[in-house]
T-cell receptor, first 115, second 113 residues
Framework: DTGVSQDPRHKITKRGQNVTFRCDPI?????LYWYRQTLGQGPEFLTY????????KSRLLSDRFSAERPKGSFSTLEIQRTEQGDSAMYLC?????????????FGEGSRLTVL | QQQVKQSPQSLIVQKGGIPIINCAYE??????FPWYQQFPGKGPALLIA?????SEKKEGRFTISFNKSAKQFSLHIMDSQPGDSATYFC????????????FGKGTKLSVIP
């Protein structure tokens, strides 16, 4: 499978716990993005990496959220002290340098439920 | 503030019909407008995209019409099929080095046989 892989696909946690999601982009893609999608809404941008550098962050990305992309390969998104409002689908996407901004290849997402 | 407004929220057409989904934007700095298709349980998939200096773009049964002066653009699906039943999102990205996509709220399309 050469698509964008996300793990876990589903996560149920209690409020206050920390969770971490992993994204493995398409191997030759050097751009990686995180988006959040709630029911009935379009995806909302969270952050963007070019190789290992985090170049854009949304104001939606509060201090409880942190994303990393060590060595410019896989990425992790950690949410600390989860709140019920964090319940959403967390989507990872990747793209090539040669593609235009806005042309992304999305994974199937990691669904978070905070009880 | 919603920067890309999409309508309608849902749409039901018969097979062979031509559903039309409309979007309007506010930020004149947007310089690329992709459409994404999303099936239940899947991530969005890029369908077709247009630059603001082009008034129309066709790819297969999908056509984007773009009106720069009105800041509006729309997706038409010719000869729609039940397999086109999905949620469609318009989106916009600002140039000048930004890679942040701003999505509309989506249109759930149902094509009935």
């Amino acid at each position: 499978d050469t698509g964008v892989s996300q793990d876990p696909r589903h996560k149920i946690t209690k409020r206050g716990q920390n969770v971490t999601f992993r994204c493995d982009p398409i191997s030759e893609h050097n751009r990686l993005y995180w988006y959040r999608q709630t029911l009935g809404q379009g995806p909302e941008f969270l952050t963007y990496f070019q190789n290992e550098a985090q170049l854009e962050k949304s104001r939606l990305l509060s201090d409880r959220f942190s994303a990393e992309r060590p060595k410019g390969s896989f990425s992790t998104l950690e949410i600390q002290r989860t709140e019920q409002g964090d319940s959403a689908m967390y989507l990872c996407a990747s793209s090539l340098d040669l593609w235009r901004a806005g042309e992304l290849f999305f994974g199937e997402g990691s669904r978070l439920t905070v009880l | 503030q919603q920067q890309v407004k999409q309508s309608p929220q849902s749409l039901i057409v018969q097979k062979g019909g031509i559903p039309i989904i409309n979007c309007a934007y506010e930020n004149t700095a947007f310089d690329y407008f992709p459409w994404y298709q999303q099936f239940p349980g899947k991530g969005p998939a890029l369908l077709i995209a247009i630059r603001p200096d082009v008034s129309e773009k066709k790819e297969g049964r999908f056509t984007i019409s773009f009106n720069k002066s009105a800041k509006q653009f729309s997706l038409h699906i010719m000869d729609s099929q039940p397999g086109d039943s999905a949620t469609y999102f318009c989106a916009a990205v600002r140039g000048a080095g930004s890679y942040q996509l701003t999505f509309g709220k989506g249109t759930k399309l149902s094509v009935i046989p």
